[in-house]
């Protein structure tokens, strides 16, 4: 992230400088002309001297501003950091937060903005923000006031500190909804919604009352996401930590996503995380019911073993594993219904590398050009790098059947209800 944050504040300092330049080398170039070999042409056509004059009256200064704010900015953007760090940490933890900060962070949001997301703190290039503070979160279309088409995106926290994104033609929308998305109790919408707020409190706004109080109550909230958890589903057992080293590269790739491997399925039950999961199989698994997903599944398992596809035995628990997320699958029926396609993973593969490396070539394959690809193969080579991954800590032979019934042990069955 700092490495980031510092290549940020370098690009916007060259631009300006490179602006700069060509304002003053233009002004000096047109004195040089007008008052050398080109006076007589100036003293003929006075309105185009007098024209070029003004331009470089205005644009001489503004660059060379932009230049000198830009140049500060390099300089300053550590320390800037480190301010708005300490407005929330206590004194003890208020030296230099950076590294608090560094340790925090989960991922870059969708692997290519500027917006870096972790568990306490949000950045953005230059501005962090606490996420439990944040009471606001507005947009402002930069084409009302410019010919931008850039979606401008500010976080209002509740003493009434704010920073801003302007996101990229096409990400600001996506960014805007996923920022929503992972902070449900916060006020939304147009910006001037947030100015009628200020005009309604008057000197002494309480911007507490932003925050939007929940309405039903849930087992807590997720610390990740900040979403309400449905279900505690935290691994049990070495059985499902299995199940998640058969797909881990795909929960690896998208950090945005929230994916984990301390949570069976790959994800917190979380009403985020049933959403995403419930929108990912019904476009393009076209799945929308318990029905339907274990009939994808039992589809994928027996191409799978015919071709011998490790993409195919892959989806397969990938696919169950949203299915329980989505609330499809109860736990028991996910690890049930996990079991045969454990088994045929272990006839056909003989090792974690066998079959990523199949699910891989077949994947790169069907994807072509997709940015995903590259994301997929660098999660594998970082889970194979790592020996603290699961690839590295659960076996590939493990006694599937003898590991599945211990953790189904652990969640027997809920008693049928007599009929009145």
């Keep these: 992230m700092i490495e980031f944050q510092r290549g940020w504040h370098l690009k916007r300092f060259f631009t300006a400088f490179l602006w700069a330049v060509f304002w003053v080398g233009s002004c000096l170039a047109v004195i040089e ?30 660059s060379l501003g932009f230049f000198l704010a830009r140049l500060l ?19 003890e933890e208020a030296g230099d937060p950076i590294p608090l900060l560094e340790k925090d962070l989960k991922c870059r949001l969708f692997g290519v903005t500027e917006i870096f997301l972790g568990r306490e703190w949000v950045v953005f290039p230059g501005q962090v923000m606490k996420r439990d503070a944040i009471v606001g979160i507005y ?40 920022l929503l998305a992972t902070h449900p109790w916060v006020s939304r919408g147009d910006f001037r919604e947030y100015t009628f707020f200020l005009q309604k409190e008057g000197d002494h706004p309480d911007w507490r009352k932003l925050r939007i109080p929940a309405k039903t109550s849930y087992l807590g909230v997720s610390r990740w996401d900040r979403n309400p958890i449905l279900e505690e589903n935290t691994i049990s057992g070495q059985y499902e930590r299995w199940l998640l080293a058969s797909y881990a590269p795909y929960i690896a790739a998208d950090p945005y996503l929230h994916g984990d491997f301390d949570h069976t399925g790959g994800w917190e039950r979380t009403t985020l995380q049933e959403r995403i999961a419930k929108s990912i199989l019904r476009d393009p698994w076209d799945v929308t019911s318990k029905e339907e ?39 028991r029926e996910l690890l049930q219904s996990s079991l045969p396609v454990g088994e045929a993973i272990q006839k056909v593969f003989g090792s974690w590398q066998e079959l990523h490396e199949s699910y891989l070539k077949s994947y790169e394959s069907w994807a072509k050009g ?30 599937l059947q003898g590991r599945c019934r211990e953790t189904l042990g652990a969640f027997p069955e809920e008693p049928t209800k007599a009929k009145p």
């Design 370 to 399: 997709a940015k995903s690809r590259g994301l997929r193969r660098r999660a594998y080579e970082e889970l194979l790098k790592d020996p603290a991954s699961l690839l590295n800590t659960v076996p590939f032979r493990l006694d």
């Design 139 to 178: 947009f402002t279309e930069l084409s009302r006031f410019s010919l931008s088409q850039r979606l401008r995106i500010t976080l209002v926290d509740d003493t009434g500190e704010l920073i801003s994104y302007e996101a990229p033609k096409g990400d600001g929308p996506a960014c805007y909804d996923f």
């Design 73 to 91: 900015g390099l300089f300053r953007w550590r320390r800037r950091l480190q301010k708005q760090l300490r407005r929330y940490l206590p004194p």
């Design 293 to 331: 997903l274990l009939d994808t599944v039992e589809h994928l398992m027996t191409t799978g073993q015919l071709s011998r596809d490790g993409w195919q035995l892959g989806r397969a628990t990938m696919v169950l594993g949203l299915g329980y997320i989505a609330g499809y699958l109860t736990r």
């Design 33 to 62: 002309f007008f008052y050398g070999p080109g006076e007589a042409f100036g003293q003929a056509h006075i309105g185009l001297l007098g024209g070029l004059s003004a331009i470089f009256c205005v644009a001489v200064p503004v």
